[in-house]
Structures are given as C-alpha cells and as structure tokens.
C-alpha cells in the first residue's frame, strides 16, 4: 500500500542510474497490481497485467530493473532467456518450465518466511536435543538425536515417574542446568558432539514428457515416502554447527508444507514476475540460415502463458493470468515488429532504455547503494588498506570506460568492471602485504595503470 510510484521509482534510484522511462512504466505496473486487488472480485478478474517490453542494448540496467523491482515487492521473481526453450516437437525445454521455476522461487520464499516466524520455538527446541547430548545420562536419551527414539524416551520417562514418583536425581538435574548456562554463555560452541541428520541426496528422476525432456524434480522420498523412510547417518560437528542443523530440522517440523504450497501458489498467481531477456534472438524472420529451430514456433508456445493459460505442476495447476512479463531484448538484428503480432499484443508497453554516457558512468561509480567504488574500498579495508579515489580519478575512469565501449562492443556498465578489475589488479595482489598503508587512486594512478593498454591496438585482447 505505502508503494507508490514515486516510492519505486525513488526506491529504484538507489540501485540504478538514469532510465527513468523504464523505471515509471514498471512502478505503474507494480501499482496496478495494488489498484486491482481493491476491486470487486467481478472486476478484478477482468483487469490483466500490462506487460512490458524493454528494447535497449546489453548493460543499461533492463535485468536489473526486474531483479530489484522484485526484491522490493518481495514478488516471486525469474529471470529466464528465451533462446533456452525450442518449439514443441523439439528436444529442449519446454516453456511450461517458466512456470514450474518461478513456482519452485515461491515455494521457497514462502518456507523460508514460515521458517523465519517459528525459529525461536525451534531454538528453544534443539537446545533441549543439545543438552541431552551433552547430558546423555538421562534414561531413554541414548538416542537422543533421533527424533522417534528422544519421544520414546520422554514417553518412558513419564510413564516411570508415574509408577515411581520419586525425585529426580539432583546431579543430573544440577548438570544439566549448568550445562544450559554455558550455551546461554557460548563456551561451548567449540566442543564436539555427535549428532543424526537427514541426508540431503534425494534420489531424482527425468521425466520424458511430449515436449522432450523434462526436469520436473519428483523426488523418490516424496512418491514413496511412507515405503521409503528417510535415511540417517552420524555425523560429529561443533555445538555451533550442531545448533543451525537441529533448529533448521525442527522449523521443518514445525511448518505446514500443504499451507506453504497453498500460499506459494497464491503468491505466484497473485505477484509473479517474469523477467524474459534475449527475446529479440526469438525475433527474426524466418528463412536462409541454415538448419534451426523454428523461432516462431516457440513465440507461439509462449503465447499462451503470456495470455492466461493453466499450468500443471507437482505442486498443482497455476494459472498465468495475473503474472507480469517483462521481456527485453537489444533489438539489434531484429525489431519488435518481427515478433509474431499476437505476442506483441501481449506487450503492449514498450520502453526503450538509453545508451550509457560518460556522465552516467561517472553516477554509478560513485552514487548507487552498491557503487563499484564503495565495493572496492570495502574489500580492500578487510586487509588493513584504506583506499581513496579523487573526484578527477572517477571520472577518469569513466571517460576510459565509455571510450573503449565506443571503440570495441558496446556492453554497458559492465564495462566499469572490467576497467576497474585493470585499474586495481596490482594492488589487489599486494593487498595482504600492505597492511595499514592508505593508497589514494589519483589521476596519475588511473594513467599509470590504463594508458599502456589503451595504447594498444588491438583493445578486446586486453579489456573484454
């Protein structure tokens, strides 16, 4: 509710530099989103999402958009590229898979937040199964780490009380109580035990489906589970190690999985999103060039997700009416006018994101929340070495990188990475030996370190 445009498109800035087209067209869409579901639900069924298409070159920030636009709604989120899937009849994926992804993103989204809300109770819950190993003299706790066996001895303890209600032993109680204070204390958390717990290897199959082969995960465990009971081994850890393995099995316990898939279902119909790249390589017309699978063929396999369609997976059916698609492309070979016209009705907003510029690079060095500048500062400070850059540095560095996008292949700001990974490559390696030193990155530092590579010939063979 407290989402409005202004808020994503502000919330977008921290991350992102310039677009601000494409950053308006995705806050409207994700505040549609809220408009909808204030309506009658004779209403609300009727409104669809506007699907987005983004047309611009590769490093503008189109995958990025999507990604933080997703982290910032906590919307289940993929991103998928379009040339992994092939026409129906071909071996390859099939398209169907999308959404068998994003509900697998949802399902664990969901557990982890389930999880997240009865931690404390299974803290409290594995510390009991930590001091009964520990404290192991207790009747019936030999076994304490398997579950079965810690209920079976709870049960025989309280039916001995009953028959024989004498006191407990005091040194035994006395121990214990010590024991839980040095845990409360953390003067154990290097100390040896041993504990039982699930192995993690399910036993998986491939599914051969009419569209090829298909990786539908069904798990042994899941089919046969009453004939197959999970198997155990042992396994000496730390009390540390210990405490995550026992509170992450009984959250697992302690969770509805039904309730889980319920709400991951919901969540994915009611707030997907899909993020589509590489869809102009799906674009071109068809014809003289060789052996291919059909590109509009898989346009047409996709359309019917795009639209609305139902989707079965092992969780159950999925309905594609209310997920948002946001496909990208470069569009250098092709255009969207090549994509078949019924796939481009189902993207009916288009924005084009604008080509990086010397000053936009200059912005993302230093402006974004996760600036590459801040990243290496804060790498080089984990070993004792304080790293300044100067204003006439940074823009140094950007006037380098947008040169060699215009005089190699135009990749965006990744190419900051790559200028920047030249720039700092000795003193990265020197790093460890230079421990309490301060190095300020000056022009003279960038020209030192740039300008014998950017004299030579041949750039792609030293800047990727």
Request: no cysteine; glycine share 6%; charged share 35%.
């Amino acid at each position: 509710m407290d989402l409005t445009p202004r808020k994503i498109v502000e919330e977008l800035d921290r991350y992102i530099v310039g677009q601000k087209n494409a950053k308006r067209a995705v806050a409207i869409a994700i505040r549609n989103r809220y408009r909808r579901r204030m309506l009658k639900e004779e209403m609300r069924d009727e409104v669809t999402p506007k699907n987005i298409l983004m047309i611009g070159p590769t490093g503008v920030g189109k995958t990025e958009i999507a990604r933080r636009l997703a982290k910032l709604t906590d919307a289940p989120f993929i991103k998928i590229e379009a040339t992994k899937f092939t026409e129906v009849g071909y071996v390859g994926r099939d398209v169907d898979s999308i959404i068998r992804d994003l509900v697998d993103t949802g399902i664990r989204m969901v557990r982890s937040e389930k999880m997240a809300q009865v931690e404390s109770r299974a803290a409290r819950i594995a510390e009991e199964r930590l001091l009964d190993l520990l404290v192991p003299s207790r009747s019936g706790d030999k076994d304490a780490t398997n579950p079965l066996g810690f209920l079976i001895g709870a049960l025989n303890r309280s039916e001995a009380v009953k028959q024989n209600p004498e006191p407990p032993n005091p040194e035994t109680d006395n121990e214990r109580q010590r024991m839980r204070e040095l845990l409360a204390a953390g003067a154990l958390e290097d100390r040896i035990v041993e504990v039982e717990v699930e192995e993690s290897n399910p036993q998986m199959f491939e599914v051969f489906t009419g569209a090829g082969i298909e990786e539908m995960g069904i798990n042994v465990q899941d089919l046969f589970g009453g004939l197959m009971p999970r198997r155990r081994k042992k396994r000496k850890v730390s009390v540390a190690e210990a405490r995550k393995i026992l509170v992450q099995e009984e959250a697992s316990r302690l969770i509805d999985m039904e309730e889980v898939t319920r709400e991951a279902i919901a969540k994915v119909e009611d707030s997907g999103i899909v993020f589509l790249d590489e869809i102009d390589k799906i674009a071109g017309r068809e014809g003289g060039h060789g052996p291919d699978v059909s590109r509009e063929g898989v346009q047409r396999d996709i359309l019917p997700i795009v639209e609305g369609a139902t989707v079965m997976t092992k969780y159950g059916p999925v309905k594609t009416d209310h997920i948002l698609f946001i496909a990208a492309g470069a569009f250098h070979i092709s255009k969207p006018g090549d994509l078949i016209p019924e796939l481009q009705g189902r993207f009916p907003i288009r924005v084009e994101l604008e080509s990086l510029t010397a000053e936009d690079f200059e912005r993302i060095l230093t402006e974004p929340d996760n600036a590459l500048v801040k990243q290496y500062i804060a790498l080089m400070a984990t070993e004792g070495v304080t790293l300044e850059f100067t204003e006439d540095a940074i823009l140094e560095v950007a006037k380098i990188a947008y040169q060699v996008n215009e005089s190699t292949e135009n990749i965006g700001a990744r190419r900051l990475y790559t200028v920047m990974e030249q720039l700092l490559e000795q003193l990265s390696f020197e790093a460890p030996e230079k421990d309490g030193s301060k190095i300020t990155v000056d022009v003279q530092f960038v020209h030192d370190r740039l300008d014998p590579l950017l004299k030579k010939d041949d750039l792609k063979k030293y800047i990727l």
